[in-house]
C-alpha cells in the first residue's frame, strides 16, 4: 500500500469519527492529581480485600490441612503460620504505596499470621520484623526471605527460635511447626463465578466462591471436598480415564479408517468416566475431612440447597459431570449420620473404603 492511499484511508477514518454521535452534556474537569490520590485509594481498597480473603481462607484452611496429615502421603510439609513480604516484592509503582500503607521497607517483615497457628500461639505479631532464625541473621530483601523460608523447611517440625523487632524493642519466639498437608490454597481473584477446583497441587477458591459462601463452616465445606480431590489422586485418574479413552478412539479410527474422530470422541468419553462418582467420593470425604478438623457439620448440607436456588435450578434436574444437588443434600446428611455413629461408638474417624472384592471391610488411611 503506497503512502497516498494509507493517507486517503487515515482522511476517511477521521471524518467518519468525527460524524459519530457524541455526549451533550458539560462535564466537571477531573484534575490529573486528584485521578492519582483517588487510584491509590482503590489500589489500597483491592489489596486491604486480597489481605481479608488470604487470611479468611488461610484460617478455614489450617485446620483442615493439618488434622488430616494421614491421608496425604508424602504430600506433607511443616506449616507454621507465618507469612512475609518486603518491598523488593513489589514492583516499582506501587513501592511507595506499600510503604505509606504499612510501612514496609526491604526489611523482612511479617505480613499475616494465620489464626490458631502455631506463629499465633507463639505470640508473632502482623508487623513484626524478623531478625534472625535459629541464630542466622536474616538480610534485607528477597534473598533474606528465602533463606528464612529454607531454615524453616531444614528445621522440619522442631522447634526454631525467630528473633524479632517490635516497637524499637527485640524479642525472642519459639516456633515448633505443625505437619500439614502440603496442598496450598489460594483465591483466583479474577474468577467471579461460582467455583473452586484441585489440580493435583493446589486448592484454588475463586473470588465468587468467597463471597458465596455465608460462614467458614460452608468454606471448610468447599475446602474439604477440594482437599479431597487431591487425596485421592482424581486428577491424575481423569487424565488417565483421558488417555485410555483416546487409546480405545484411536483403535477405532484404524479400523474404521477414519480421521480421528473417534480418537477425540474417545478423550472426551474417557475425561468424563466416573466423574460424577469422583464428586461424590469427594463430598464422601471431605465430611470427616470437615469432622476430624473440627467443624460443626450438622446444617452443613444445606449449602446444596442454596447452590441450587443460585444456578438457577439446573443442578436440581442436570446429572452430567457432577451429581444433583438433592443427591449432594441427601448424600452428606447420610454422612453426617455415620460420623455421629462412629463418634459415639469412639470409633476412629477415617471413610470407609472399599476392597477389591467390593466389601467396606477397611477404614481410609495410607
Not at 95 to 120: D, E, Q, R
Not at 272 to 285: K, P, R, T
Not at 343 to 351: A, C, D, E, V, Y
Request: charged share 25%; net charge positive; hydrophobic share 40%.
Amino acid at each position: 500500500m503506497n503512502k497516498y492511499r494509507l493517507t486517503a484511508i487515515l482522511i476517511i477514518v477521521t471524518l467518519m469519527l468525527n460524524a459519530c454521535a457524541a455526549p451533550q452534556s458539560v462535564r466537571p474537569n477531573i484534575n490529573q492529581k486528584a485521578v492519582a490520590k483517588e487510584t491509590l485509594e482503590q489500589k489500597k481498597l483491592l489489596l486491604q480485600s486480597i489481605q481479608k480473603d488470604n487470611a479468611r481462607l488461610s484460617k478455614v484452611a489450617f485446620p483442615l490441612l493439618t488434622k488430616n496429615t494421614e491421608f496425604c502421603g508424602k504430600k506433607t510439609a511443616p506449616m507454621d503460620g507465618i507469612s512475609a513480604w518486603t518491598l523488593d516484592m513489589f514492583p516499582k509503582a506501587e513501592k511507595n504505596m506499600m510503604h505509606t500503607m504499612f510501612g514496609l521497607t526491604n526489611a523482612l517483615t511479617v505480613s499475616s499470621i494465620t489464626a490458631n497457628s502455631p506463629a499465633a500461639k507463639a505470640g508473632l505479631k502482623k508487623g513484626d520484623i524478623i531478625v534472625a532464625v535459629n541464630g542466622v541473621k536474616i538480610p534485607e530483601g528477597k534473598k533474606g526471605l528465602k533463606i528464612a523460608h529454607d531454615i524453616f523447611l531444614k528445621s522440619g517440625t522442631k522447634q526454631s527460635q525467630i528473633m524479632i523487632k517490635r516497637g524499637g524493642k527485640i524479642l525472642t519466639f519459639s516456633l515448633k511447626p505443625v505437619l500439614g498437608c502440603n496442598f496450598p490454597t489460594m483465591v483466583d481473584r479474577n474468577d467471579s463465578k461460582i467455583n473452586a477446583y484441585a489440580d493435583g497441587k493446589r486448592i484454588i477458591i475463586s473470588k465468587g466462591m468467597m463471597r458465596f459462601v455465608e460462614s467458614d463452616t460452608e468454606l471448610a465445606l468447599v475446602i474439604a471436598h477440594e482437599l479431597a480431590h487431591n487425596t485421592m489422586g482424581h486428577i491424575n485418574k481423569k487424565k488417565i480415564n483421558t488417555v485410555m479413552g483416546a487409546i480405545g478412539g484411536l483403535a477405532m479410527d484404524i479400523l474404521l479408517g477414519s480421521s480421528g474422530e473417534f480418537y477425540n470422541l474417545g478423550g472426551q468419553m474417557g475425561a468424563l468416566a466416573h466423574s460424577v462418582a469422583f464428586e461424590q467420593e469427594a463430598d464422601y470425604i471431605g465430611m470427616y475431612y470437615m469432622a476430624r478438623a473440627g467443624y460443626n457439620i450438622d446444617n452443613v448440607a444445606y449449602f446444596w440447597r442454596r447452590m441450587a436456588v443460585e444456578n438457577g435450578g439446573k443442578s436440581i434436574y442436570i446429572r452430567t459431570t457432577h451429581p444433583t444437588s438433592p443427591e449432594r443434600f441427601l448424600a452428606i446428611e447420610k454422612t453426617v449420620k455415620e460420623i455421629k455413629y462412629k463418634k459415639s461408638k469412639r470409633q476412629k474417624l477415617t471413610p470407609n473404603l472399599k476392597r477389591t472384592t467390593n466389601k467396606v471391610v477397611k477404614q481410609h488411611g495410607r
